[in-house]
């Protein structure tokens, strides 16, 4: 994974609160079981006057001129809501996304974004209003985002910033506790014998 | 002298689960079960195959065939959604190699996912779970601790047995007093998520506490634990009772007997601390439906539509002060892992009995949430009333809960839906979505526009 130290870009504004990742990817859009392939659905329900002709709304904020090259994306407050698909945060990377700065973000799209390298950045919405189409500079280290005069400092748990800070990948980090994970299970064997299984098929 | 901390139940299930610190100071922290469906379960495991990570143990790791599923008789592997086989032949290839095991499209088994854990017994109280998808929570009605993740953290609960978790805040939300007749769990769960918000539970698990909530069967349970996710809450939580042991008695992967003290403990100390408490009167809710594109657009069946996001009015075609109550459908919908369990199916049924859908209705349909409740409802002649009133009846799977690119409506349709999310386009490009009761479904579906069961019950909605 792609460590996350600063990211300087313009910031591209959809803000509207409760963007669900139905809206980020439609579930039509996730066409193969891979986890490629989809920068072109995102946000297809808006994107795109018709979806399948593919015909872009010049109003949308991604299509703007201005928007090319962004890779920050500013939202509403509980982004990310609706479903787990970690799609959506396929998509905002592929389509070349790195950091969302939202007031507020659903739980679950959150976690997604620290899997994959994207920094999810929490601000109050009037920080973040004054970002729109500004030239903003996020750094994950100091903790800061800056934008003309402005100093924003943001909290992120220190789980998540080193897992980005050094890109790394949650797995082979986990694994390095296998022996600690396995005493552990053995232990709970003999406390909890109901949870484990006997093989059925 | 000992001083004996008092914990709520979140905290006891999270301390039992606790296996180490990260040396950030988050918690690697114990999954007992993983579930996968056919959407997302052939991503995780073809990748952890590509990177050479076996599942650490099958036997704890199900799957099982529901997002696109067909729905119509006679299904095998095609899906209405285009290019959706594939979803299902290589989540089966992957199932098969890893060793995990797999509830396919035909077997007497095969259900949504939050509907089959626990009528298996897979499910149990003070147990982890997790799966890939965000209604998890509802299973959080059997007092276990359990969630929605993305695909990459479930590699790594089958990979390593743990996630590595930050712990959440915890909040009671406590419901005084006994529901009115024609409200129901769904209302109470929509109610919570009007007031405080879709974002409102974000950060917290969310245990479901009070007289209300006792008072509720175990699938009304899963109910209104379905909604946690639509709260923006990590998951919700009812410690389990009598009901929930008897309910687990004789499921298939549940032990012999909970006799032991300890599933007795699984429950909140007097006196222990939540981070946040709210409570509701649940006496005075009234049955629910929402006005908008999201959750928190709910209402009361009987009032006018409050003032909100002018980008929501647009879409679902009402504007403030309108009222809900004679608004003209097109779709009526039974199904989802909200409201599509046996007990569900008998309450529609026993008000559908004896009537007709209206003849405006161009669609209106029943999707069991499982096989088995599929089965029960066909040896109890529900079928037929739901058929005899105009209903389709399909087999189980997810459905028209959302839109895949297969079977919708019209641009501009209006559903009344048993479902848990109404935004924009979720069951197909312009679709509005109201979600209610499967009461509120019936009773719009007779009356051909939005109406209240209450009156149906008593007898005086005339269609």
Redo the contacts between chains.
């Keep these: 994974m792609t460590p996350f130290t600063t990211l300087s870009s313009r910031a591209a504004p959809l803000l509207r609160d409760n963007v669900d990742t139905d809206a980020i990817i439609p579930s039509r859009e996730m066409k193969s079981t891979g986890r490629t392939g989809l920068a072109d659905g995102l946000f297809a329900p808006w994107r795109y006057l018709d979806a399948a002709a593919r015909t872009p709304d010049p109003e949308f904020a991604l299509n703007r001129p201005e928007a090319s090259g962004a890779q920050i994306l500013l939202g509403g407050a509980n982004f990310g809501c609706g479903s787990s698909r970690e799609h959506a945060v396929w998509a905002l990377a592929e389509y070349g996304m790195r950091c969302v700065i939202a007031p507020s973000f659903a739980p679950i799209f959150r976690a997604n974004c620290i899997r994959n390298g994207l920094l999810p950045v929490t601000l109050p919405e009037a920080d973040i209003a004054a970002m729109a189409w500004q030239s903003v500079t996020v750094d994950l280290p100091a903790q800061e985002v800056r934008c003309g005069d402005g100093v924003h400092r943001f909290e992120i748990e220190p789980e998540p910033r080193e897992m980005l800070l050094e890109g790394l990948d949650a797995i082979d980090l986990t694994l390095k506790s296998l022996p600690a994970i396995e005493d552990w299970t053995s232990m709970d064997r003999k406390a909890r014998p109901w949870v484990y299984l006997e093989r059925t098929q | 002298m000992t001083v004996h901390k008092t914990r709520t139940l979140f905290e006891k299930i999270w301390d ?1 689960h606790h ?2 610190d ?5 918690a ?1 922290i ?1 999954i ?1 079960r993983v579930f996968l469906h056919e ?2 379960g ?2 995780a495991l ?2 952890m195959a590509a ?1 050479k ?1 076996p599942v650490c ?1 099958p ?2 790791v199900f799957a099982v065939m529901d997002h696109i599923v067909d729905t119509r008789p006679g299904r095998g592997d095609g899906t209405l ?3 959706g086989s ?2 299902i032949t ?2 089966r290839a992957a199932a098969k190699a890893a060793g995990i ?1 797999l509830f396919d499209v035909n077997d007497r088994d095969q259900g949504i996912t939050h509907v089959i854990s626990p009528e298996l017994g897979i499910v ?1 109280p ?2 982890t779970l997790v799966a ?3 209604h998890t929570c509802t299973q959080g009605a059997l007092g276990a601790l359990a969630w ?6 479930a ?2 609960a089958m ?4 996630l ?1 978790l ?1 712990r959440p805040k915890t909040m009671r939300v406590t419901y005084r007093g006994k529901l009115a007749p024609g409200v129901t769990a769904k209302d109470m769960v929509l109610a919570l998520i009007a007031v405080h ?3 409102g539970g ?2 917290h698990v969310v245990e479901f506490a009070g007289e209300a909530v006792r008072a509720l069967d175990i699938e009304a349970r899963m109910t209104l634990c379905n909604m946690a ?2 709260f ?3 998951t919700g939580i009812i410690a389990p009772d009598a009901r929930t042991f008897e309910y687990l008695a004789d499921r298939r ?3 012999e007997s909970f006799d032991e003290p300890y599933w007795h403990t699984l429950r909140t100390d007097d006196g222990a601390r939540f981070d946040r408490e709210i409570e509701i009167d649940a006496a005075a809710l009234a049955p629910m439906v929402s006005w908008g ?2 959750p ?1 657009h709910a209402m009361p069946v009987d009032g006018t539509v409050p003032q909100g ?1 002018p ?1 929501a009015h647009e879409y679902i075609g009402l504007d403030a002060g309108a009222p809900l109550l004679g608004t003209p459908i097109d779709v009526a919908f039974i199904g989802s892992c909200t409201n599509a369990r046996i007990s569900d199916l008998r309450r529609a049924a026993a008000m559908l009995k004896g009537h007709h859908i209206a003849p405006s209705i161009r669609k209106a349909l029943v999707v069991p949430g499982s096989s088995a409740v599929k089965r029960a409802a066909e040896a109890e002649g529900l079928d037929a009333i739901f058929t005899a009133a105009g209903f389709e009846w399909r087999a189980s799977g997810c459905s028209l809960c ?4 297969g079977e919708s409506f019209p641009e501009g349709s209006r559903t009344v839906s048993s479902t848990n ?1 109404n ?4 069951q197909g ?1 312009g679709i509005r979505t109201h979600i209610a009761s499967p009461e509120t479904v019936v009773a719009s579906a007779i009356a051909g526009v939005i109406a209240d069961p209450r009156k149906l019950m008593a007898g005086k909605l005339m269609p």
């Design positions: 039992a296996v180490a990260t040396a950030t100071g988050a690697l114990a007992d959407r997302t052939a991503a073809k990748s990177a990570r143990d036997t704890r959604m285009e290019g594939a979803f290589e989540t095991t149990l003070g147990l890939p998808d965000s929605g993740i993305g695909s990459s953290e590699e790594h990979a390593t047995g743990v590595r930050d918000g879709a974002g974000a950060g996710t639509e923006a809450a990590m992967y549940a032990p594109t999201s928190e996001p980008r959302f839109f895949a690119g999310r935004f924009e386009g979720r490009p």
